[in-house]
């Protein structure tokens, strides 16, 4: 396996190029770069270099959801994608109008877990509070986000460590695990 250490000034434009030359299509996980094209990415302060792969997420514009291909630290994991998310947005991504709801407020999700083949976040009281419109966008960038790059059957949410009531696509009250169904109507696209 080749892998290229890159400083960080470096590494943006290389991951940039990148990402410009992988295509993404519409399977149920994200496409990943083979293991001869990972990079990893590393500044020259911490000493720590830090693998990262493509993958992709779904950001808010309006009142859909849209794809986009970010980096995600390596291994996935639902807490490395929900990082993703809460990472802020390119000048691309806000030149088209695109938004995170994580970006905006990072401590709505407290952490995130894979138990067995059900991805657990942990929401805070801060997404209890949110408005029930912008909890469905939240839920189903969230949702959609981890379907497309992790092999799951179900998203929980949970406050406390007890199962949260939340909204589907059409405002409706689900009290079970999540699916992508719940919130695939919510799918628009940038053109």
Known sequence: MKITRLTTPAAALVVSMLLASCSFGTESSANRLGDDRRIEVGGPDDGISRPVEPIIVYLIRGDEVVSRPRLSLSPLNPQSIIDSLASGLSEFELANDLRSSLSISPLVIEN??????????????????????????????????????????????????VDVAVPGASGEVLERPLL???YSSLIGSLT
Do not use: C, M, P
Request: charged residues 20%.
């Open 112 to 161: 995130a877990r894979l138990n067995s083949d059900v991805a657990e976040i942990s929401v805070s009281s801060t997404f209890l509070d949110l408005a029930g419109s912008e909890q469905r966008l939240l839920l189903a960038q969230v949702v959609l986000s981890l379907f497309k790059n992790l092999n799951i059957s179900s998203v929980r949410v949970l406050s406390d460590d």
């Open 180 to 182: 992508v169904s719940d």
